[in-house]
Antibody, heavy 113, light 112 residues
Framework: QVQLTESGPGLVHPSETLSLTCTVS????????VYWVRQPSGKGLEWMGR???????SYNSALKSRLSISRDTSKNQVFLKMNSLQTDDTGTYYC???????WGQGTLVTVSS | DVVLTQTPPTLSATIGQSVSISCRSS???????????LNWLLQRPGQPPQLLIY???RLESGVPNRFSGSGSGTDFTLKISGVEAEDLGVYYC?????????FGAGTKLELK
């Protein structure tokens, strides 16, 4: 069955870089796109960006200057890197696949000194 | 970027009541390939969102048929025909026609 699992540090210091990994099983990264979505605590959902099945990427306009999404198809992993983190980047980060059909459980990232 | 405006922000309903949520887009969501990529999600407390409806009106596998979606162009509606307790949570519309994709602000469905 399809499974997506996010992993990464729970705590990041202000101005540092966040690195998250999404490990996918049950589908191929060369067949389906993977998106990253985040949610500040108690707030709504924000689409961050996507890794398309063909390797193309697209980013949220507001995050584009700080965000990078890449992948390793041999490991079935998609990576998110975002630099210059601030406290308002605190929240739950989700990876999802197949156009919103499959979601990971999310990983909580806290930005704090 | 496309802006999705969801109304109402909060909805109070009794069990069995039928309710509707509106999602209006700042531009047409009709893709050049003829599809309209407007989806509806439900997020229950403490859970990741789940897909209910895709391509405006197609029910995701396993989703009860009391949920239905309709609309075209810039105006879309999610209807729940007979709210059940398990339907409580926050509903989001999300468009994937135009990159970057965007979400509505959400509609919280509560028990009256």
């Amino acid at each position: 069955q399809v499974q997506l699992t996010e992993s990464g540090p729970g705590l990041v210091h202000p101005s540092e870089t966040l690195s998250l990994t999404c490990t996918v099983s049950g589908f191929s990264l060369t067949g389906y796109s993977v998106y990253w979505v985040r949610q500040p605590s108690g707030k709504g959902l924000e689409w961050m960006g996507r890794m398309r099945y063909n390797g193309d990427t697209s980013y949220n306009s507001a995050l584009k200057s700080r965000l990078s999404i890449s992948r390793d198809t041999s490991k079935n992993q998609v990576f998110l890197k975002m630099n210059s983190l601030q406290t308002d980047d605190t929240g739950t980060y989700y990876c999802l696949g197949a156009s919103f059909a499959y979601w990971g459980q999310g990983t909580l990232v806290t930005v704090s000194s | 970027d496309v802006v999705l405006t969801q109304t109402p922000p909060t909805l109070s309903a009794t069990i069995g009541q039928s309710v509707s949520i509106s999602c209006r887009s700042s531009q047409s969501l009709l893709h050049s390939n003829g599809n309209t990529y407007l989806n509806w999600l439900l997020q229950r407390p403490g859970q990741p969102p789940q897909l209910l409806i895709y391509l405006v009106s197609r029910l995701e596998s396993g989703v009860p048929n009391r949920f239905s979606g309709s609309g075209s162009g810039t105006d879309f509606t999610l209807k729940i025909s007979g709210v059940e307790a398990e339907d409580l949570g926050v509903y989001y519309c999300v468009q994937s026609t135009h990159a970057p994709y965007t979400f509505g602000a959400g509609t919280k469905l509560e028990l009256k």
